[in-house]
């Protein structure tokens, strides 16, 4: 059982080369982070009063949850493409709790994801396929994404 060598030589962030190289929770929050800071992703006039899902009371708590939203769909489109509106209520559902009575699984809004994805095809990180249903991901979203994860894996190494 002998390892490579080149493995310990080579610096970490000479082996992150895409999205799933890198812990999920740290790209998403730094992917936020960049669609804030750019400024194209437009936030609308409702995101204030909208609830994510159908189970919920209120509305997040935090005033940043829709760019982080927008991550998280376009992480999982560069991880499984071809995935539309109701795939995304899907992954994004949440319990429904009723009481005495058993939990059942409420999906999540597709009025937020139907306008995240259409911020995206705006900005042209995401197209939809006339032959697939769903939305993947274009070769500029893609190339996006693999930047913001090689920067993701930086901080890491000068961590340690």
Not at 3 to 23: I, M, W
Not at 62 to 86: E, F, K, N, S, T
Not at 140 to 148: A, H, P, S, T, Y
Request: with cysteine.
């Amino acid at each position: 059982m002998s390892n490579p060598a080149y493995l310990y030589e080579t610096p970490l962030e000479t082996r992150v080369h895409t999205v799933k190289d890198v812990k999920a929770d740290a790209f998403i929050a730094l992917y936020a982070n960049h669609l804030k800071k750019r400024g194209r992703f437009q936030l609308p006039k409702w995101i204030d009063y909208v609830k994510t899902a159908h189970a919920k009371e209120l509305a997040p708590y935090d005033p940043d949850w829709l760019y982080i939203r927008a991550a998280a769909i376009l992480r999982h489109l560069y991880i499984r493409p071809d995935c539309g509106v109701g795939g995304f209520r899907k992954v994004f559902s949440c319990r429904q709790r009723r009481g005495v009575r058993p939990n059942h699984t409420s999906k999540a809004s597709g009025k937020i994801i139907r306008y995240i994805l259409q911020q995206f095809e705006e900005m042209g990180l995401v197209e939809s396929d006339p032959e697939k249903p769903g939305r993947r991901l274009t070769k500029n979203g893609q190339r996006e994404l693999d930047v913001i994860a090689r920067q993701c894996a930086k901080p890491a190494v000068a961590s340690d």
